[in-house]
């Protein structure tokens, strides 16, 4: 089955800065590959999604970019603001079906 | 438009007692997703729902986990003879799935406690 890795498990970037998290996965099946948001105690949200037919995806300050050949997809956000701070999950689905997540990212933007 | 609820928010039973957890998706949606989630962990695949089907129960950890959607709309996941390692969040997520529409939208959670 699908396996997801995310790194770093922690990041703490000054405010202004970019912040990357790359997860890789090992399913060439895998063609759907959302990034979901979540703060402390609340439900996860999704901020961006790309599919295996795009290389890269952008909306304001948040993007992804996905390698096929390498099965690996990064999330870039840049000029971090502390409402930034959160975990942030990656995951990995064939066609809408099976998600299978990442461990999370916990980001810190420090002012 | 509303979102996907749930209820409970908070369920606290005793060991080896039946629980019931109610999802209610975004109207429209025809796929439902059951997770599990931990703390400082990411959601755990349960259960996909497509209509009234289960179309992938892959992820739940035993027979005394069970999930229906009877009539396509809401779901009921159903646990029996809990266990103290069953404690967790237990997340709901709802997809269109039209077009190719694979973005899915969770609900708040239940979170359960075995004591």
């Known amino acids: 089955g699908e396996n997801v890795e995310q790194h770093p498990s922690t990041l703490s970037v000054q405010e202004g800065d970019s912040a990357v998290i790359k997860c890789t996965y090992s399913?060439?099946?895998?063609?759907?590959f959302p990034w979901y948001k979540q703060e402390l105690g609340k439900r996860p949200q999704l901020i961006i999604d790309?599919?295996?037919?795009?290389g890269e995806k952008k909306d304001q300050r948040i993007a992804v970019t996905l390698n096929k050949t390498a099965k690996h997809f990064s999330l870039h956000i840049t000029e971090t603001q502390p409402e930034d701070s959160a975990v942030y999950f990656c995951?990995?689905?064939?066609?809408?079906?099976?998600?299978?997540f990442g461990p999370g990212t916990r980001l810190s933007v420090l002012p | 438009g509303a979102g996907v609820s749930q209820t409970p928010s908070n369920k606290v039973t005793e060991k080896g007692k039946y629980v019931e957890l109610r999802c209610d998706p975004i109207?429209?949606?025809?796929?439902l997703y059951w997770y599990r989630q931990s703390l400082g962990q990411g959601p755990e695949f349960l259960i996909y729902f497509q209509g009234t089907g289960a179309a992938d129960d892959s992820g739940l950890p035993n027979d005394r986990f069970f999930a229906v959607r009877p009539e396509g709309s809401v779901s009921t996941l159903k646990i029996q003879r809990t266990e103290r390692g069953d404690s967790a969040v237990y997340l709901c997520a709802s997809s269109s799935s039209s077009g190719g529409a694979y973005e899915q939208y969770f609900g708040p959670g239940t979170r359960l406690t075995v004591t």
């Open positions: 995951a990995a689905s064939s066609y809408g079906q099976n998600f299978v």
């Open positions: 109207s429209g949606h025809t796929a």
């Open positions: 790309i599919r295996s037919n795009v």
């Open positions: 399913d060439s099946a895998s063609n759907y």
